[in-house]
């Protein structure tokens, strides 16, 4: 990979990080090929448990990248037709992604940035962050991010945001339910996310797998009786398989389930020298 995102694996938590600070972490084709590898190489790593995507310097993302989108616009349409499917191929991976993920989201996002933050399943944003669609004031639409922004922020939210471009601070984000918590600062923000990983940590992984899948299965459906039989014969599989039943073996027994982390060690302070 060259230097335009970061990896980094710190136990069961994995960090991925835009790494173009100097370009507001905008993306490109590039970047966008890179990006869906770490998140698919991190997908099929059995020591990672959660990953979170951040970005360096004072922005999220900025969304496409300017000189990207200016070169695209020379491109014939089956050319833009292909690279837009590799921006929606990166959107998919994360949305579809088989562990947890959450943003970070400690400055702007813009565009395909907002596309990022709905697709991982938290978010937590500093109050001082902005958000804006603001692909139309381009004359653009955006479009690969679209199902993904409009499950999270709603309908009639999009009719607005998609229309006018308009920035919107981090409390209106957290009010249509873009992002999940607000923290005062960087350190709060990192606070608030540790300990969502704590409970994630102490969930079973097989579990959250088939939590997603089920989220998508469900959403927007009727209840019809395909829909109940489908739901009976997920819980029906889960509580039969390994980690369901170690699961409730480890409440009834009150004990730690096998998943979860144990506790770090306590920090023993040094032997006074001699004499003190």
Not at 99 to 109: F, S
């Amino acid at each position: 990979m060259s230097e335009l995102i970061a990896v980094e694996r710190q136990g069961p938590i994995g960090l991925i990080t835009l790494n173009r600070p100097e370009r507001h972490n905008a993306f490109d084709d590039v970047l966008i090929a890179e990006l869906t590898e770490a998140f698919r190489s991190m997908e099929g790593e059995d020591g990672i448990r959660v990953i979170v995507l951040s970005g360096a310097g004072k922005s999220f993302s900025a969304g496409a990248d300017l000189n990207w989108m200016k070169r695209m616009a020379g491109f014939s349409m089956d050319e833009n037709r292909r690279d837009a499917m590799g921006l929606g191929a990166l959107m998919r991976t994360i949305a579809h992604l088989r562990k947890p993920t959450i943003a970070r989201v400690q400055g702007a996002a813009f565009g395909g940035g907002v596309g990022l933050i709905a697709c991982c399943d938290i978010a937590v944003a500093v109050q001082s962050a902005s958000f804006s669609l603001s692909e139309a004031k381009l004359g653009l639409i955006p479009a690969v991010v679209s199902p993904y922004v409009v499950a999270a922020i709603g309908e009639r939210a999009a009719r607005r945001y998609f229309l006018t471009a308009e920035r919107f601070e981090a409390a209106e984000a957290w009010r249509l339910g873009l992002i999940h918590e607000l923290a005062a600062n960087e350190a709060e923000l990192d606070e608030k996310i540790g300990t969502i990983v704590d409970a994630l940590l102490a969930c079973s992984p097989a579990a959250q797998k088939e939590a997603k899948d089920l989220i998508r299965a469900v959403s927007g459906r009727p209840v019809t009786s395909e829909l109940i039989q489908d739901t009976a014969e997920r819980i029906a599989k889960i509580r039969s398989s390994p980690e369901g039943r170690e699961g409730v073996a480890a409440f009834l027994e009150k004990r730690r389930a096998s998943w979860v982390p144990p506790d770090p060690e306590p920090e023993i302070p040094p032997e006074p020298p001699p004499g003190l």
